[in-house]
């Protein structure tokens, strides 16, 4: 598709649940991206990948948080046991390639989640 | 390390005046790019501009102009004539790999 697309658009747990985001990049980029946006707006860089590897994972928690982006699937980031804090929005953005420099990331629209 | 520093939370501005909004950032990369990018209530990320550390020419794209300079480490974005529409949060960035945001200045224009 034309834009990266976040699914779902919202979603609830309950303190201790499991919470899986997913992201479909756009058609023919290699690069996707995983950002959090806690509420004061400040964003962390999470976890990239290349194709269906992980790339740059240096933001990722070292528990409870995994990813994955599988051939002919959309990525997946998965938080088991979350935890209030865990409570964010999660931007996912898409890049054709690095190259020279990366091509401008196009942000999806983000998945609200809460954490009850 | 990388960083990137909007000091103006928020901003306030009647409609029609011109509002520039204020970025520093920190690398030693000698290659970066430089973006902005605009958060509306509605929370989506709107891509505004992408500059290359070697290009320190200032763009201007209607009513919205950058002034990217090397020697302080800047990379400003003012808006001309301000608008009702253009209330958001900015993000100022900073990337290669992966991106660096600035915590956003929220802008208030008021009619």
């Known amino acids: 598709g034309e834009e990266v697309a976040q699914t779902p658009k919202h979603l609830v747990r309950g303190e201790g649940q499991k919470a899986k985001l997913y992201c479909a990049p756009i058609?023919?980029?290699?690069?996707v991206f995983w950002y959090q946006q806690v509420l004061k707006n400040e964003f962390k860089f999470l976890i990239s990948?290349?194709?269906?590897?992980?790339?740059?994972e240096t933001g990722m928690p070292k528990e409870r948080f995994s990813a994955k982006c599988l051939p002919n699937s959309p990525c997946s980031l998965e938080i088991q046991a979350t935890k209030l804090e865990d409570s964010a929005v999660y931007f996912c953005?898409?890049?054709?390639?690095?190259?020279?420099?990366?091509?401008?990331?196009?942000f999806g629209d983000g998945t609200r989640l809460s954490i009850l | 390390a990388q960083k990137v520093t909007q000091a103006q939370t928020e901003i306030s501005v009647v409609e029609k005046e011109d509002v520039t909004l204020d970025c520093v950032y920190e690398?030693?990369?000698?290659?970066?790019?430089l973006f902005w990018y605009k958060q509306p209530p509605s929370g989506e990320l709107v891509f505004l501009i992408r500059?290359?550390?070697?290009?320190?020419q200032n763009e201007i794209s209607g009513r919205y102009s950058w002034n990217f300079q090397k020697s302080t480490s800047s990379f400003n974005f003012t808006i001309t004539a301000s608008q009702v529409v253009d209330s958001a949060v900015y993000f100022c960035?900073?990337?290669?790999?992966?991106?660096?945001f600035g915590k956003g200045t929220r802008l208030h224009i008021l009619p």
């Open positions: 953005a898409s890049s054709q390639s690095l190259g020279r420099g990366p091509q401008p990331q196009h």
């Open positions: 058609k023919g980029h290699s690069y």
């Open positions: 500059r290359n550390s070697f290009d320190e």
């Open positions: 690398t030693r990369d000698t290659t970066y790019y």
């Open positions: 960035a900073l990337g290669d790999d992966k991106i660096i």
């Open positions: 990948f290349q194709n269906e590897n992980v790339f740059d």
